[in-house]
Nanobody, 122 residues
Framework: QVQLVESGGGLVQAGGSLRLSCTAS????????MGWFRQAPGKEREFVAA????????YYAASVKGRFTISRDNAKNTVYLQMNSLKPEDTAVYYC???????????????WGKGTLVTVSS
């Protein structure tokens, strides 16, 4: 099992940038595919991005492709989400997730963090 803790959320103006971090406990972090989801007020949780165990393969939702970048540092047990050109519609609680399967197109997440709030003002 792995425990996940997100950080880096906050308030930013439209067009700005934020970098989220998710640090995992345990020695098997490098074996997991990692991903980010988000949930806006009154909406269902949606997939944002995922990355394979090695970092060699990434997958993005269409709504963030070209603006967000997912990366990982296995030596630090950390996955990142660099968010650029932020829009008010990116406002949400962002969750980090981990799973054993490396099939990113069906990333569902098995282990979850508690989330970090990102607010983008217009």
């Amino acid at each position: 099992q792995v425990q996940l803790v997100e950080s880096g959320g906050g308030l930013v103006q439209a067009g700005g940038s934020l970098r989220l971090s998710c640090t995992a406990s345990g020695r098997t972090f490098s074996s997991y595919a990692m991903g980010w989801f988000r949930q806006a007020p009154g909406k269902e949780r949606e997939f944002v991005a995922a990355i394979s165990w090695s970092g060699g393969i990434t997958y993005y939702a269409a709504s963030v492709k070209g603006r967000f970048t997912i990366s990982r540092d296995n030596a630090k047990n950390t996955v990142y989400l660099q968010m650029n050109s932020l829009k008010p519609e990116d406002t949400a609680v962002y969750y980090c997730a981990a799973q054993d399967s490396q099939l990113l197109v069906t990333f569902r997440g098995k282990y979850w963090g508690k989330g970090t709030l990102v607010t983008v003002s217009s």
